[in-house]
């Protein structure tokens, strides 16, 4: 009998880990759209708020790490795909209510595999990049819910996060 075929595509019928081979694949434009969130004490939520943060411009400076992990991406997940991105949008939302900020980002490029990874690392680079600006006033922040919500393009087309 046959081996049935792993439905993780990063192993091959020996169980080895390998890069998928998209040789074969259509270039479409691909999508993926990400976010997370990062908690924090109020009076450190308002130092990011206000611009008094000691290191300076907290979410300017984790807009650019955002999109500079997006670009590493391939760097760090080793089975990744290294991609030619064509867009990398970094929003970043402070909600004073819930004391946190929402990172959502959206990365696209025109290729044979999608930027799901890409769009998740960037997101989870910038709510670091916060902890690590404001880590000297508030240890105890906590980065959550990190999840793709959307990606488009290719022969799986659109997906959505159930909401």
């Known amino acids: 009998m046959p081996p049935t075929p792993n439905p993780l595509t ?9 890069m998928v081979d998209v ?3 259509a270039e479409t434009h691909r999508v993926a ?8 004490q109020p009076a450190t939520l308002a130092l990011i708020a206000g611009g008094q943060a000691k290191k300076g411009d907290v979410i300017g400076i984790a807009r650019i790490a955002a999109i500079q992990g997006a670009k590493r991406t391939a760097e760090l997940v080793p089975l990744c795909h290294p991609l030619p991105l064509t867009r990398v949008a970094v929003e970043f939302e402070i909600d004073a209510a819930l004391s946190e900020v929402r990172c959502t980002v959206q990365a696209e490029t025109f290729g044979r595999t999608g930027v799901e990874m890409e769009a998740l690392t960037a ?3 910038g709510l670091l990049t916060i902890y690590d ?3 000297a006033v508030d240890r105890g922040m906590c980065m ?3 999840r793709l919500l959307e ?8 997906w959505h996060a159930a909401t």
Do not use: L, N, P, Y
Request: overall charge positive; glycine content about 14%; aromatic content about 2%.
């Open 10 to 18: 990063h192993f091959d019928a020996q169980g080895q880990a390998h």
């Open 23 to 25: 040789a074969a694949k």
């Open 33 to 40: 759209r990400a976010t997370g969130r990062i908690r924090m």
């Open 123 to 125: 997101v989870q680079v």
């Open 133 to 135: 600006m404001c880590k």
């Open 144 to 146: 959550t819910d990190i």
């Open 151 to 158: 990606k488009r393009g290719g022969k799986s087309g659109e």
